[in-house]
Nanobody
């Protein structure tokens, strides 16, 4: 069983930064592909970033490229999403998604989400 706990969300002004984290409680498997999604009010959940296994390659939604960075610390069982140059349109609940090799992205485990609000 894999449980994911997100933290680090909050209120930040436009242009600011936040680093949200996703910590695994229980089993942690380095072979999982880890991803971040977000969901804004009235909108569908959308892909933000992914760190794949094997290879550790990363990929991002076009609107966050150059501003967001996904990283993972296997020793701490944690995945991070560093968000810089935040914009009001980045406001959403951010969700961590952990996918074993047998499942495609989105089909694995989910955390409860952490709210990120970008506003002056």
């Amino acid at each position: 069983q894999v449980q994911l706990v997100e933290s680090g969300g909050g209120l930040v002004q436009p242009g600011g930064s936040l680093n949200v984290s996703c910590t695994t409680v229980g089993d942690y498997v380095t072979s999982y592909t880890m991803a971040w999604f977000r969901q804004a009010p009235g909108k569908e959940r959308e892909f933000v970033a992914v760190s794949t296994w094997p290879g550790g390659s990363t990929n991002y939604q076009d609107s966050v490229k150059g501003r967001f960075t996904i990283s993972r610390d296997n020793a701490k069982k944690t995945v991070y999403l560093q968000m810089n140059s935040l914009k009001p349109e980045d406001t959403a609940v951010y969700y961590c998604n952990a996918n074993p090799p047998s499942l495609t992205i989105y089909k694995g485990y989910w955390g409860q989400g952490t709210q990120v609000t970008v506003s002056s």
